[in-house]
Nanobody, 117 residues
């Protein structure tokens, strides 16, 4: 099982990034997916989630209207489009797969997002 995040980097406030999470080794389309972030010195914060079919999404209030989660089950890939980035979005971003019926879950290794002028 692998979840490999990519797309992180350094961007100025107001900029955009698109994170990707490539999944392999499990039935991606059967798992709900989430993005979780952890800022330096802080605990993990759930950011967004999407159901197996991709038609139901959830966001933490602080990113609503700025971030968009999506998935392509044919490509086994999860995305997070992040616009109007703020310094407080700086964190290590992880993707997480959850098989809701059993709570089985998998995590990626994370991709760093730094928002700074």
């Amino acid at each position: 099982v692998q979840l490999v995040e990519s797309g992180g980097g350094m961007v100025q406030p107001g900029g955009s990034l698109r994170l990707s999470c490539a999944a392999s080794g499990f039935t991606f389309s059967s798992f709900d997916m989430s993005w979780v972030r952890q800022a330096p010195g802080k605990g993990p914060e759930w950011v967004s989630a999407i159901n197996t079919g991709g038609d139901i999404t959830y966001y933490v209030d602080s990113v609503k209207g700025r971030f968009t989660i999506s998935r392509d089950n044919a490509k086994n890939t999860l995305y997070l489009q992040m616009n109007s980035l703020k310094p407080e979005d700086t964190a290590l971003y992880y993707c997480k797969a959850v098989y809701t019926t059993t709570s089985l879950n998998y995590w990626g290794q994370g991709t760093q997002v730094t928002v700074s002028s």
